[in-house]
């Protein structure tokens, strides 16, 4: 077989290449893809009347075209929510997040956090220039947030001591509320939405399988071939092997499988590429 443009992989990075590679006049595109599905990570899959997404994913469209583009596709199959997150603690909920909302915790777990979180606002604490996620922790919110909120919650989720855990990931994943925002939050019901996922879409129907479902309808028939896993590469030849289809000579290549899976199939590599490989562990597809 040859083409212009082989993609290889299925999931939304190669759908959606081989889909504006095709609006800009590539003469032919082959998207090959191992598993029976598209959508890769943002797939689903559906037992009985449940539809379980493989991780939960979420429509935050804040770029035009990307909003225009996934609105379009979804066409009815999509709402707005709002986030509804609360958090058990103290035996009791208190909204998320638990940094500008302990209204509602007993009242010493009330002033501590609040008197810790107000001893950082009145006595800065230095920190290192790239500091471990506690001592930021305790520096930004104080420690009695830190203590029956912040640590408990990231070390279950991170499953790491977080006196071992960098920051630099934190960004806009963990609301940092203004003073008057925590004293507020202390004292009455917030009305203020935090955080980057306060509302977000989602499909109605078919969960966010129908994403990458709808993107691969775009594309003309025979364009994206499941079951198909490459399992070779001769970048110098530019051909590919794919088991179900052979030998695919390509003029363009565009890898969108996991770079160390590529990097296994693929050769001749340069020899730098070579080193750095040997040096990162990693998984493989099948195993
Ligand atoms: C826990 C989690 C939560 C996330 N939440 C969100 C969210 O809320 N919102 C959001 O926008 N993004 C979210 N993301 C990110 C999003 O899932 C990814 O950015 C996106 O799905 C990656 O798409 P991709 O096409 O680059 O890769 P993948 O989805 O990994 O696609 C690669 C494809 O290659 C295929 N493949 C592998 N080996 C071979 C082979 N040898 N031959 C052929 N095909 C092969 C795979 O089966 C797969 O389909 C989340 C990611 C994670 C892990």
Not at 14 to 41: C, F, N, Q
Not at 67 to 93: C, F, M, P
Request: contains cysteine; aromatic residues 10%.
């Amino acid at each position: 077989m040859n083409v212009d443009v082989l993609v290889l992989g299925g999931g939304l990075a190669g759908l959606s290449a081989a889909y504006h590679l095709g609006l800009r006049g590539a003469a032919s595109r082959l998207v090959v893809e191992a598993k029976p599905r598209v959508g890769g990570t943002a797939g689903s899959v559906t037992k009985g009347a449940y539809t379980f997404d493989y991780t939960g994913h979420l429509l935050h469209l804040h770029d035009e075209y990307g909003k225009g583009l996934i609105l379009d596709l979804l066409k009815d199959n999509v709402a707005a929510h709002e986030r509804k997150a609360w958090i058990w603690s103290q035996k009791t909920y208190t909204r998320y997040p638990f940094q500008a909302n302990v209204k509602g915790l007993p009242r010493e777990a009330v002033v501590d956090c609040l008197a810790g979180f107000l001893e950082t606002v009145h006595r800065p604490r230095p920190l290192a220039k790239d500091p471990d996620f506690l001592s930021w922790s305790r520096a930004t919110f104080g420690d009695g947030i830190t203590r029956r909120f912040m640590r408990p919650y990231n070390e279950k989720l991170w499953r790491t001591p977080l006196a071992k855990l960098t920051t630099e990931w934190q960004g806009r994943f963990v609301p940092k509320p203004s003073p008057s925002e925590v004293v507020y939050g202390a004292l009455a019901e917030q009305n203020a939405l935090f955080g980057y996922n306060a509302s977000f879409r989602y499909p109605v129907r078919g969960g966010i399988q129908a994403l990458p479902d709808a993107l691969a309808e775009r594309l003309e028939p025979g364009v994206v071939r499941v079951e198909s896993p490459v399992t070779a590469v001769d970048l110098r030849e530019k051909v590919a092997q794919v088991r179900g289809i052979g030998e695919v000579r390509y003029q363009r290549l565009v890898n969108t499988l996991p770079l160390n899976v590529f990097l296994d199939l693929a050769t001749p590599l340069p020899a730098d590429v070579k080193a750095a490989k040997k040096t990162s562990g990693g998984i493989r597809f099948g195993t």
